[in-house]
């Protein structure tokens, strides 16, 4: 930082350290992007400051922001000249010209973000707190540096933001903040969906999302990018029968999986994992309310969910959907008299991603009653015993059946069909359930039995060894 000073001394301009650095080094919190702003020319000043360095990056400019960056070691600094930004109603385009150091802190989203201080040759200067961002940091408050309204309506992203802080750093959103964002929250409309996700992973990645996510319903925003969490809201009573609130018990799924892994997919996965419940939804006379089906429904939201959102649509949705299809599968496995045959199929059906199934399952678990919550996880503790012992002797995680598609073709010397299909389908059966052991001789075997009984007989095979 002392090279920042010395050269910025040496051009005669004010350099300060702001925003996000400013306030995670005061909360103590890892931060490696460094704002470094001047009240003059921001790339000018990185140009210099880079010669200066022994390992320096190069200065990559953004023309269009007027900003400079280099990467220094570890470190990221990020040099911006002071702005001042006038918003025109209806335009998102502000329109930026040269400010003061004041200028600039007035456009920053909330009070903890408006810090600065300088940066001097002989180290950290001068504090600047215009809006009492110390304070507000000390209590933990959210609170926007000018009227609430004037800070969401120039850019709505400020909205989530404030949320994400929120849940990030577990800060209060002061009322009049709050209210300001739920007076504003259909301006998110015009936000694009790039951004919206970028604030949303934050969220997910925090320790306790709950928080972001009870915001976002209260603010009234989630409706406009998760409408299918929103649907979750709700007790319906029918008969004096009630059922859960799916929205609460989903957040407490998705707070007690974070407990156990930072894993933001599998975090994804307890977030939608009853996703599919209000289309499935029914009263049954006999049954109360019932959701039958709905992690197949839920499975199959899946991908337009992730599509919506921008999200990445390869392995990372592929493992959400099959968490979703499967989390009731480990359930039945609890049951006493479970078969090796049913531990079989779901090792086979899971392979990688067991492990995660489990730990899904066993954050599904959110009974008030302390005793119950106790004993479901303690027959966990059993099922994870069992799919050790299935696994160590059958070797099915991660298993492609012995007999192949063109093994079967070539030993009955016939072309692709319906048969091909059944004769390999059969034997991946009664492998599962344990009516052959899970070895190529045996496969082969009733490969010939189940062929034969469709007609099919083995090609002379002498000349092939
Ligand atoms: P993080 O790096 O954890 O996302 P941050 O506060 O550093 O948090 P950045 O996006 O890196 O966020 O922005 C750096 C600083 O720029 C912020 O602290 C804030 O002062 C200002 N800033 C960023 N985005 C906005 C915005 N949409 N509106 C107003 N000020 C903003
Ligand atoms: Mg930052």
């Known amino acids: 930082m002392q090279v920042v000073g010395k050269v910025s001394e040496k051009m005669g301009i004010d350099a300060y350290l702001v925003g996000g650095y400013v306030r995670d080094k005061l909360l103590n919190r890892p931060s490696k992007d460094i704002d470094i702003l001047c009240v003059g020319n921001g790339i000018e ?152 996700t970028a604030e949303l992973q934050k969220i997910m990645a925090s320790d306790q999302p709950s928080r972001g996510f009870i915001l976002l319903d209260k603010s009234h925003l989630l409706p406009h990018f998760l409408p299918e969490i929103s649907a979750l809201k709700g007790a319906e009573k029918k008969d004096g029968i009630g059922h859960k609130d799916n929205f609460y018990h989903t957040l407490e799924v998705l707070d007690r999986l974070a407990e156990k892994s930072d894993d933001i997919w599998l975090r994804w996965a307890a977030l939608l994992h009853d996703v599919g419940k209000p289309k499935t939804k029914r009263f049954e006379k006999d049954h109360g309310w019932t959701f039958h089906g709905h992690e197949v429904v839920g499975a199959r939201m899946v991908p337009r969910i992730f599509r919506r ?3 990445p649509t390869g392995k990372e949705m592929k493992f959400v959907e099959k968490l979703v299809a499967l989390h009731l599968r480990p359930i039945s496995l609890t049951k006493e008299e479970t078969s090796d045959s049913a531990v079989r199929r779901l090792l086979f059906d899971a392979g990688d991603h067991i492990e995660d199934l489990l730990l899904l399952c066993e954050a599904d678990i959110t ?60 034997i991946k059966e009664a492998i599962l ?27 002379d095979r002498v000349n092939k060894s």
């Not at 996880?377 to 015993?385: F, P, T």
């Open 45 to 196: 000043l990185a140009e210099n400051v880079c010669r200066e360095f022994k390992r320096c990056s190069g200065v990559t400019v953004f023309k269009k922001f007027g900003t400079a960056m280099l990467k220094t070691g570890d470190f990221e600094l990020e040099f911006v000249g002071a702005r001042k930004e006038s918003y025109v109603r209806h335009s998102r385009k502000p329109k930026v010209e040269k400010g003061s150091l004041r200028d600039d802190l007035l456009r920053r989203d909330f009070t903890i973000n408006a810090l600065a201080v300088k940066i001097e040759e002989k180290g950290l200067g001068e504090w600047v707190d215009l809006f009492g961002g110390l304070e507000d940091l000390k209590h933990g408050w959210i609170r926007t540096p000018v009227d609430p309204a004037e800070t969401f309506s120039d850019d709505p992203l400020r909205m989530l933001r404030a949320i994400r802080f929120a849940t990030q750093l577990e800060f209060e959103i002061r009322d009049e903040t709050f209210l300001g964002i739920q007076a504003s929250s259909e301006r998110i409309k015009i936000i694009s969906t790039e951004r919206i």
């Open 309 to 311: 959102l921008k999200l």
């Open 433 to 459: 359930d344990g009516e052959i052991p899970n070895d190529k001789k045996a496969a082969f075997e009733l490969m010939i039995e189940r062929g034969k009984a469709l007609g099919l007989e083995p090609v």
């Open 367 to 426: 009974s008030k009653n302390k005793e119950k919550v106790k004993r479901f996880l303690e027959n966990y503790i059993r099922v994870r015993q069992r799919i050790k012992e299935v696994e160590e002797r059958d070797r099915i995680r991660n298993w492609q059946p012995p007999i192949t598609g063109d093994l079967i073709m070539e030993t009955f010397g016939i072309k692709p069909s319906e048969k091909v299909g059944m004769i390999k389908e059969s």
